[in-house]
C-alpha cells in the first residue's frame, strides 16, 4: 500500500500544510484528539508552523488534545536528544488552551521497565484497550528506513504482543530507546510519513517504489483500516517515479 503521497516545494509548505491537516483532524475528531508524535526534524516543522494554526483552528469544535510520543530516547528531558525536552521547549508552551495533556515516557527507568510503564499508562489512557487507536500518528524516517525506534533486521519488528517496546542497541545513538511497536502504529485512523531533505530521497524510493518484499521498517507501516498519508519535500520526492500530488500552499 503507497498511500496518498503530496509533495511541497519546500519544508515550510509542507510544515505549514501539515500543521492545518493536525489542526482540521483534531476538530474532526468530535472529541478527545489523539495525537502521536515523533522526535528528529519534525520537532523543528511543528514548532514553526503549529502554533499559529491551532490558534487559529480553535473555536472550531474541538475536544482537548491528548498527545503521547511515538518513541523516546531514554534521557532526561533536559538532554538535547530528549524528544519529550524539545517539544516541551519549543511547541507545548507555546500551544492555545487548553494545553494537551501530554504523555511522557518515565526516563528515570531502566529500557524494559519505562516499556512496561509507558504501555500500562497508554492502556489507561485508552479506556483499557488492548491496542490504542490513535487519531493520528506523525512518523518520520530515517535516511536507513527506520521509524520509530523500530531500525532495519531489529527482532523488534516482529513484535505481535507488546503495543510499547524497549530497544538498548538502537543503531542510531542514544542506545536506549522505547518505541511503539508495529500493532500500534497498523491500528491507527490516520498515519502521515514525513520526510524533508536530499538525503531521504534515496531511501524514500526504496519504500515507495521497492519490490514487494520490501522489509524496511517504514515499509511495514499499512495500515488495517486507516489512511496513509506521506508529506514530502521536493528533495525528498526527487527520485519517485511513481505518481504524486503536487502542492503549493503560499
Ligand atoms: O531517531 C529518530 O529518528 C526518526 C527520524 O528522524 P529525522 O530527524 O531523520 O526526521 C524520528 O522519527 C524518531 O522519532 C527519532 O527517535
Request: hydrophobic share 40%.
Amino acid at each position: 500500500m503507497l498511500g496518498r503521497i503530496s509533495v511541497f516545494p519546500s519544508p515550510q509548505e509542507l510544515g505549514s500544510a501539515l500543521a492545518q491537516l493536525i489542526v482540521q483532524r483534531a476538530a474532526q475528531s468530535g472529541g478527545r484528539f489523539t495525537l502521536g508524535l515523533s522526535g528528529g526534524s519534525l520537532v523543528g516543522l511543528l514548532a514553526r508552523e503549529l502554533p499559529s494554526a491551532a490558534s487559529t483552528g480553535t473555536g472550531t469544535g474541538a475536544g482537548p488534545w491528548f498527545v503521547a510520543f511515538c518513541d523516546e530516547r531514554l534521557v532526561p528531558p533536559e538532554h538535547p536528544e530528549s524528544t519529550f525536552g524539545s517539544y516541551r521547549d519549543r511547541l507545548f508552551l507555546r500551544l492555545p488552551e487548553p494545553k494537551p495533556t501530554v504523555l511522557g515516557v518515565d526516563t528515570g527507568l531502566s529500557a524494559d521497565e519505562a516499556a512496561r510503564d509507558y504501555a500500562e499508562r497508554l492502556r489507561e489512557a485508552f479506556h483499557g484497550d488492548a491496542v490504542p487507536v490513535f487519531d493520528l500518528l506523525l512518523l518520520g524516517v530515517g535516511p536507513d528506513g527506520h521509524t520509530c525506534s523500530l531500525f532495519p533486521n531489529h527482532p523488534l519488528l516482529q513484535e505481535k504482543e507488546k503495543i510499547v517496546a524497549a530497544i538498548t542497541d538502537s543503531p542510531k545513538p542514544p542506545p536506549e530507546r522505547i518505541t511503539l511497536t508495529l500493532p500500534v502504529l497498523n491500528a491507527a485512523r490516520t498515519v502521515v510519513f514525513i520526510a524533508t531533505g536530499e538525503g531521504k530521497a534515496a531511501v524514500i524510493k526504496r519504500i515507495l517504489e521497492g519490490n514487494e518484499d520490501n522489509s524496511l521498517p517504514a515499509a511495514l507501516v499499512r495500515p488495517h483500516t486507516g489512511q496513509l498519508l506521506w508529506f514530502l519535500d521536493e528533495a525528498a520526492a526527487k527520485e519517485l517515479t511513481v505518481p504524486f500530488e503536487k502542492h503549493s500552499i503560499l
